[in-house]
């Protein structure tokens, strides 16, 4: 039973580009959550989605952040016009059901230049 | 507002040796507590935890939970070179949107020598 899949493992933009990091759950589950790890920090909790919707958002800045769960497919989670201070780790999690435990995916490492 | 600490932040030891990492959390609406190993990559789910007084183990891993005193330990006996990782603990809560949320604490950073 393949893990949470996440690509690209590692992306480069430059400042003002786009990033899109995408995020394919454990095979049976239908839950989709995004986390960041700053440089020196912890896991902070983005955005719950299940397929077509968000259910929480709280954690999502209010600008130029967003994410998608398509009814096919994986989950999206989309930088535009990206800043250094973007630069982190995005881990998704998935779960079989709400509130059960979460398990991670390899992350995706995005650098800005 | 609701808040995890866990302690110690750092902590170095020998192979088998017996480590017992804290986490303390004051949250409404308390749902279930969870344990994860990160090494330098994504978190590995360790144990999760709801029910107070029942120690849940794994191998040479276990941790339980006190909803009394609003704590929980995770305890790894006969400690490898292997364990050295950041133990993570994080909370969920119950109601709303947001039981789906995991808030981390700081992690605490066990390193372990030969």
């Known amino acids: 039973n393949a893990g949470v899949m996440q690509n690209p493992r590692h992306l480069v933009r430059r400042r003002g580009q786009e990033a899109r990091l995408r995020c394919s759950p454990m095979?049976?589950?239908?839950?989709v959550y995004w986390y960041r790890q700053l440089p020196e920090e912890g896991l902070k909790f983005m955005v719950y989605?299940?397929?077509?919707?968000?259910?929480?958002e709280s954690g999502m800045p209010k600008e130029r952040f967003s994410a998608e769960f398509p009814k096919e497919g994986p989950s999206i989670l989309r930088i535009q016009q990206v800043v250094r201070g973007d630069s982190a780790a995005y881990f998704c999690?998935?779960?079989?059901?709400?509130?059960?435990?979460?398990?991670f995916g390899p992350g995706t490492r995005l650098t800005v230049t | 507002e609701d808040k995890v600490v866990q302690s110690p932040l750092s902590l170095v030891v020998h192979e088998g040796d017996t480590v017992t990492l804290n986490c303390s959390y004051e949250?409404?609406?308390?749902?279930?507590l969870l344990w994860y190993k990160q090494e330098k990559k994504a978190p590995t789910f360790l144990f999760m935890l709801?029910?107070?007084?029942i120690e849940k183990k794994s191998g040479r891993l276990s941790s339980i939970l006190d909803k009394k005193e609003l704590f929980s330990i995770l305890n790894i006996t006969a400690t490898q070179t292997g364990d050295s990782a950041v133990y993570l603990c994080?909370?969920?809560?119950?109601?709303?949107?947001?039981?789906?949320?995991?808030?981390f604490g700081q992690g605490t950073i066990l390193t372990v020598h030969p």
């Open positions: 095979k049976g589950h239908s839950h």
């Open positions: 994080a909370y969920s809560r119950a109601g709303g949107t947001s039981y789906g949320k995991l808030t």
């Open positions: 989605l299940q397929k077509e919707n968000i259910i929480d």
């Open positions: 999690a998935s779960s079989p059901l709400d509130a059960h435990e979460q398990y």
């Open positions: 709801t029910s107070s007084g």
């Open positions: 949250v409404t609406n308390f749902r279930s």
